[in-house]
């Protein structure tokens, strides 16, 4: 059982991570230096939860917030900040992942192919979504977006470590989300190819 619940932990945690990088993963550091059901204390993963890590997070958390408001008043966001953070979030959900799985002495290559994957499903589901949600809103509320998208992924991630089954619950989400949006997006094409 309780490597079900690892897994769980880390499918919620790296999947959290895909949303909105840098304050899922603070918060998570953070539980697991308070030893709040999580620790990753006598393994290679130990970094995760040491006041480095958790610094280099809040300035990401900051860095990510003055970002989100020189792009506030765009309709949409650079590729660069599109892959940049989805390369972060795909490093920083392998890391968690793996050292779910360091607790146990559990294979960590698995872990951090795991996370990777439930990362990009985190990345595949949302970016797309913001892109076409911020296409649609005023400027004001294009600003309200980050924060909401933030206090969702944050949210994910600390339930998906005190109640480890939310993981699952919230991978699931973001999996229909996904293939919500592929659906949406070929119904478009479909219907531009007979405006042709």
Do not use: N
Request: hydrophobic content about 60%; aromatic content about 8%.
């Amino acid at each position: 059982m309780h490597l079900a619940f690892d897994i769980f932990q880390g499918i919620g945690v790296a999947a959290a991570v895909g949303i909105r990088p840098f304050l899922p993963a603070l918060v998570a550091g953070a539980l697991a230096a308070g030893d709040v059901e999580l620790s990753f204390k006598h393994t290679e993963f130990s970094f995760l939860q040491k006041p480095v890590f958790l610094l280099i997070m809040v300035l990401g958390v900051v860095l990510l917030g003055a970002l989100d408001r020189w792009l506030s008043g765009r309709t949409e966001e650079p590729r660069w900040v599109t892959y940049g953070l989805a390369v972060m979030s795909l490093a920083i959900g392998a890391l968690f992942f793996g050292g779910e799985l360091a607790r146990r002495h559990d294979p960590v290559v698995i872990g951090i192919i795991a996370g990777v994957i439930c990362a990009a499903i985190g990345v595949l589901a949302t970016r797309p979504l913001l892109a076409r949600v911020r296409g649609r809103l005023d400027r004001e509320a294009v600003g309200a977006l980050p924060l909401i998208t933030e206090a969702v992924a944050t949210l994910g991630a600390a339930l998906s470590i005190v109640a480890p089954p939310i993981g699952v619950v919230l991978l699931l989400a973001l999996l229909w989300l996904m293939v919500a949006g592929r659906g949406r997006e070929q119904q478009k094409y479909a219907g531009l190819r007979i405006l042709r």
